[in-house]
């Protein structure tokens, strides 16, 4: 047992010292900072918010006013002024710089509008006074018709129209509103994590083989002993790698004053979400990382050279991404068919049935299955991989054929 730990510790610090590892961990952290801190940022480098000026050419001298008091009404920050300039001096203002935009209004049955600007990219306001232009137009036409106040807002008022899903699996529409940009972070990470962290393993052991290290290691410590403390090492740092992350995020909330449901965060939806959907993370997240862990120590174990070792793990990494294809599709439709079959799927289970958890209301004997499922597939690949491992670690020369793995096994036989 102490050379396990031996090699444990010597897998976890050689990661750990690494300028990578310290560099990407550091810009993550760093990005949550940013992320909290964007809009006081972005209102310190923009000034305080200056009110736009649009010209309205209004020959009748009616509607320019009209229009301001719609602008008024949705707090619109533009300020429809008329204006006895023609159109020629006007676009001459626009190339000078000295006129913003302008607008046409004319009134000939039906409200027309014409807005010009120096580009479309400087129309950021035409939205809002698009909106602006389509409130007078309802006005004008409610007040040809003689309608008044109340039977205008009945004319124009929305449908209620309510959402209900007779399946016991789903959620409301604003559970699934709430949980959805969470589910999809949790995924991106768990999706980078076992990428990352089982080709830290992948690469070590071609390291070690290439360096002729690995001789020295075998003659002290079974191969198998050996790859179980480089899966745990590695491991180790990566949950210790989340833990930063996850307290960095926290922190950064915590400085910036901004709360769960603020500013940038709003946008995914953290508020009221399930203590469990973050416990089925690590989870899946562990599970995970084990079973891709070990096949890529696996897979590592057969080359002696690194660049042999990314070609050779080409599979593994199509499994991954197949996976994420899955989860992503899988957000707007949790309840389709291929989500179900995929999430029992051990190699799909940690993406697309964590997935499931967090925008379905699953029976507990749904995921306790997938989980039971993973942890059977991370046994017997436990036991192949440390088969192959044993032999492989022995082979030298090219080797970029998953047809290797024979000769793996047969030569850990001898040993």
């Given at each position: 047992m102490h050379s396990f730990w031996i090699i444990f510790k010597q897998a976890f610090w050689t990661k750990a010292k690494t300028k990578s590892f310290v560099i990407t961990t550091i810009i993550v952290c760093a990005s949550f900072f940013l992320m909290a801190?964007?809009?006081?940022l972005l209102e310190a480098f923009q000034g305080p918010e200056e009110d736009s000026v649009l010209h309205i050419v209004d020959a009748s001298g009616e509607l320019a006013p009209r229009l301001q008091e719609q602008l008024e009404l949705i707090d619109s920050s533009v300020h429809a002024v008329p204006t006895g300039m023609s159109e020629a001096e006007l676009r001459d203002g626009i190339a000078n710089g000295t006129v913003e935009a302008y607008m046409v209004l004319e009134q000939e049955g039906q409200l027309t509008a014409r807005y010009v600007?120096?580009?479309?990219?400087?129309?950021?306001?035409?939205?809002?006074?698009?909106?602006?232009?389509?409130?007078l137009q309802t006005v004008l036409t409610a007040e040809s018709l003689n309608l008044n106040g109340s039977q205008v807002e009945r004319l124009f008022a929305p449908a209620l129209f309510e959402r209900e899903a007779i399946s016991a699996s789903s959620k409301s529409q604003e559970e699934l509103s709430q949980t959805r940009g969470l589910v999809y972070i949790l995924i991106m990470l768990i999706y980078m994590?076992?990428?990352?962290?089982?080709?830290?393993?992948?690469t070590e052991v071609a390291t070690e083989k290439s360096s002729r290290?690995?001789?020295?290691?075998?003659?002290?410590?079974?191969?198998?002993?050996?790859?179980?403390?480089?899966?745990?090492?590695?491991g180790t740092l990566g949950i210790l790698q989340m833990l930063v992350f996850g307290l960095s995020g926290y922190a950064a909330i915590q400085t910036a004053g901004t709360g769960m449901t603020e500013g940038v965060?709003?946008?995914?939806?953290?508020?009221?979400?399930?203590?469990?959907?973050?416990?089925?993370?690590?989870?899946?997240?562990?599970?995970?990382?084990?079973?891709?862990?070990?096949?890529?120590?696996?897979?590592?174990?057969?080359?002696?050279?690194?660049?042999?070792?990314?070609q050779l793990m080409l599979p593994m990494m199509f499994l991954i991404i197949v996976a994420s294809f899955i989860a992503f599709s899988g957000i707007?439709?949790?309840?389709?068919?291929?989500?179900?079959?995929?999430?029992?799927?051990?190699?799909?289970?940690?993406?697309?049935?964590?997935?499931?958890?967090?925008?379905?209301?699953?029976?507990?004997?749904?995921?306790?299955?997938?989980?039971?499922?993973?942890?059977?597939?991370?046994?017997?690949?436990?036991?192949?991989?440390?088969?192959?491992?044993?032999?492989?670690?022995?082979?030298?020369g090219s080797s970029q054929s998953l047809k290797d793995i024979r000769r793996a096994i047969t030569l850990g036989n001898k040993k």
């Amino acid at each position: 047992m102490h050379s396990f730990w031996i090699i444990f510790k010597q897998a976890f610090w050689t990661k750990a010292k690494t300028k990578s590892f310290v560099i990407t961990t550091i810009i993550v952290c760093a990005s949550f900072f940013l992320m909290a801190n964007l809009p006081k940022l972005l209102e310190a480098f923009q000034g305080p918010e200056e009110d736009s000026v649009l010209h309205i050419v209004d020959a009748s001298g009616e509607l320019a006013p009209r229009l301001q008091e719609q602008l008024e009404l949705i707090d619109s920050s533009v300020h429809a002024v008329p204006t006895g300039m023609s159109e020629a001096e006007l676009r001459d203002g626009i190339a000078n710089g000295t006129v913003e935009a302008y607008m046409v209004l004319e009134q000939e049955g039906q409200l027309t509008a014409r807005y010009v600007s120096e580009s479309a990219n400087e129309m950021e306001n035409g939205s809002g006074i698009e909106q602006a232009v389509q409130s007078l137009q309802t006005v004008l036409t409610a007040e040809s018709l003689n309608l008044n106040g109340s039977q205008v807002e009945r004319l124009f008022a929305p449908a209620l129209f309510e959402r209900e899903a007779i399946s016991a699996s789903s959620k409301s529409q604003e559970e699934l509103s709430q949980t959805r940009g969470l589910v999809y972070i949790l995924i991106m990470l768990i999706y980078m994590s076992v990428i990352y962290y089982p080709n830290m393993i992948a690469t070590e052991v071609a390291t070690e083989k290439s360096s002729r290290v690995m001789e020295i290691l075998i003659s002290s410590v079974s191969p198998v002993k050996h790859m179980f403390a480089k899966i745990a090492g590695i491991g180790t740092l990566g949950i210790l790698q989340m833990l930063v992350f996850g307290l960095s995020g926290y922190a950064a909330i915590q400085t910036a004053g901004t709360g769960m449901t603020e500013g940038v965060f709003s946008v995914f939806g953290f508020s009221e979400v399930k203590i469990s959907t973050f416990l089925f993370a690590v989870l899946f997240f562990l599970l995970g990382y084990f079973l891709y862990a070990v096949l890529a120590a696996l897979l590592g174990s057969l080359v002696s050279r690194i660049e042999d070792a990314q070609q050779l793990m080409l599979p593994m990494m199509f499994l991954i991404i197949v996976a994420s294809f899955i989860a992503f599709s899988g957000i707007s439709v949790p309840e389709a068919k291929f989500v179900t079959v995929a999430s029992f799927i051990p190699f799909f289970a940690p993406l697309v049935m964590f997935l499931r958890v967090g925008m379905l209301d699953l029976p507990l004997w749904e995921p306790l299955l997938a989980i039971a499922i993973m942890l059977i597939t991370i046994g017997l690949l436990g036991w192949f991989g440390a088969r192959v491992y044993r032999g492989g670690v022995l082979m030298y020369g090219s080797s970029q054929s998953l047809k290797d793995i024979r000769r793996a096994i047969t030569l850990g036989n001898k040993k």
